[in-house]
């Protein structure tokens, strides 16, 4: 990891408010890419079932589906026009347009993210065709008007000042988290903070993976999670997507941020095509709120990426804001200390960028 400072900053004052009239992302680089000519494939009909273009339900008005390419996805739009859902093929996670919300870390960045977009996890991967099936019927009257915890709020619950709170055994499963605890072997070169810190290690409890290996917690870890350890945090222990103990066992969402990147999981938004500086991706237009970000940040690691992060949204500036645990802030941040939580331009973590992919 880059950058040695190793405080983590006083009480936050974070802020998820709800702000009226702020647009969604998703519409706004939707209407984009419709403009440069993607192609709207076919429009399939509506939650019930129907394949006649421009067909109305009487349960759910005048909303309609299309496809959308680059990646390969599904769009749902209301009597308006406008989007309410993507659902992109080979993911489970979907992004619904909602209520407006600002996240917010003002001890560590100036930067604001106002969003309408809400990252939830669906029960199977999207395929073409699947809002007939009766799986994706009972999901989405769940969640479409749903305003509990998702993607976004949950990895928000981890940064500076987030208040603790516990489940009925009395284990804080969330609330200010650390990177890791010190360390104290003093070797030239090396971090001030250790990595390897696992989501359990935070909880500070047991964890029995599905292949028999139970995850042990190390009190010196306790409230801590590595980047890696963050999104596991995120996605597996909060959302429920499925874990392996390693990167070699089990099926389900590795452990490391290189093991993340290579797995065959999800959709590869932005495709590992290599890990030198030549390898930046071109373009990432293509990203949206909850796609995981990769990066190669330290030469000692070899051909390995070493960082993993999650797209939060576009700030008030129009640049592109990722959060991730680090260990310069010692936690989860979209934080300026040891480079801008920016994905454009060419910044410290614009320029280390390597890969994406949508679980």
Not at 161 to 176: F, I, M, P, S, T
Request: charged share 25%; hydrophobic share 35%.
């Amino acid at each position: 990891m880059a950058g040695k400072k190793t405080s983590r900053p006083v009480l936050s004052g974070l802020v998820v408010l709800a702000l009226v009239g702020t647009s969604g992302y998703l519409t706004v680089e939707l209407r984009k890419q419709e403009d440069k000519g993607v192609p709207e494939i076919t429009n399939v009909g509506v939650l019930n079932g129907s394949d006649r273009a421009g067909t109305k339900d009487r349960d759910t008005g005048a909303e309609s589906w299309s496809r959308l390419e680059n990646p390969a996805r599904s769009v749902l739009r209301g009597s308006d026009g406008q989007v309410k859902a993507v659902f992109t093929d080979g993911a489970r996670t979907a992004t619904l347009t909602g209520p407006a919300r600002t996240f917010a870390e003002p001890s560590s960045t100036s930067s604001k993210v106002s969003t309408t977009d809400w990252v939830r996890l669906m029960p199977e991967p999207w395929k073409k065709g699947a809002y007939r099936q009766k799986w994706f019927k009972d999901w989405y009257a769940q969640y479409q008007a749903g305003q509990e915890d998702d993607l976004l709020a949950i990895a928000f619950q981890y940064v500076a000042g987030a208040k603790d709170k516990k489940d009925e055994r009395g284990v804080v499963y969330a609330g200010d988290a650390n990177f890791g605890p010190l360390d104290s072997s003093g070797a030239e070169g090396g971090d001030l903070r250790l990595e390897q810190s696992d989501f359990y290690d935070y909880l500070g409890v047991p964890y029995p993976f599905r292949d028999g290996v139970t995850g042990q917690p190390e009190t010196a870890r306790a409230r801590s999670i590595d980047c890696s350890g963050f999104i596991r945090m995120v996605f597996g222990y909060r959302a429920r997507y499925p874990l392996m103990s390693s990167d070699a066992s089990g099926d389900g969402l590795p452990r490391t941020a290189n093991g993340m990147a290579r797995s065959d999981r999800g959709a590869d938004i932005l495709p590992l095509t290599g890990i030198s500086p030549k390898d930046r991706p071109t373009g990432i237009d293509q990203l949206q709120p909850g796609d995981l970000v990769f990066f190669k940040l330290d030469t000692r690691t070899a051909q390995r990426l070493d960082h993993v992060g999650m797209v939060l949204g576009y700030d008030t500036e129009g640049h592109l804001l990722f959060v991730s645990s680090r260990e310069e802030v010692n936690g989860p941040t979209i934080g300026d200390v040891g480079g801008v939580s920016r994905l454009d331009g060419n910044g410290y973590y614009a320029k280390t960028l390597r890969s994406a992919k949508r679980l």
